[in-house]
């Protein structure tokens, strides 16, 4: 990694440190760009699935409920994507609940937020807690690994104050093959 891109993690990762220390809700907005600049300008706008890109996977939760993944590279609760290729995560909180959603894919890739979540940093994850209605989309380059497949679990909680690692409930799969 760049000195320049280290020490702008560094910023990145010390400001949802304190922020979540804080307890203070981090609010991405659609056009900026969180953990770097010089990242390409991938899918903007809506994200109905009528007009999702070939590379969106919409995450969709509802009460109770298993999330839903809708989208061409998605098989049950496994998502597949393509290592060094742009993907769209959109997760969708239609449950009456706050979800949070929780992996350690998150803190290998520069990733451009858009829409409004809680950051959650944990020691070998990062994440985001939804609240009841909202909708938070994450752009990024999918990682390489260095193997020819790699499994990251992205955990889907809900948010009933506990302490981290405890009771969480449902799991997505995804799994990136190099190309």
């Known amino acids: 990694m760049k000195p320049m891109i280290k020490s702008k993690w560094s910023v990145v990762v010390a400001t ?6 804080s307890g203070t809700t981090l ?20 994200h109905s699935s009528a007009t999702a890109p070939e590379n969106e996977v919409e995450v969709v939760i509802q009460k109770g409920g298993q999330p839903r993944l809708k ?12 290592a060094g290729q742009p993907a769209v995560l959109a997760f969708r909180n239609e449950d009456t609940v706050p979800r949070e959603f929780v992996s350690p ?4 890739a520069e990733i451009h937020f858009a829409g409004q979540a ?38 889907c909680s809900h948010d009933h104050g506990q302490e981290p690692d405890t009771e969480f409930e449902e799991l997505l799969v995804v799994l990136t093959r190099e190309q």
């Open 105 to 108: 894919l998150f803190t290998r």
């Open 27 to 46: 609010l991405f907005a659609h056009s900026n760009t969180s953990a770097h600049d010089g990242g390409s300008d991938m899918h903007q706008g809506d």
């Open 71 to 82: 989208g061409p590279q998605t098989q049950g609760q496994v998502i597949a994507l393509v």
């Open 118 to 155: 809680t950051g959650i940093v944990r020691k070998d994850a990062a994440g985001f807690r939804l609240t009841p209605g909202s909708t938070l989309t994450l752009q990024f380059i999918t990682p390489h690994s260095g193997f020819p497949k790699m499994y990251d679990l992205i955990w």
């Open 16 to 21: 949802i440190l304190m922020t979540v220390a």
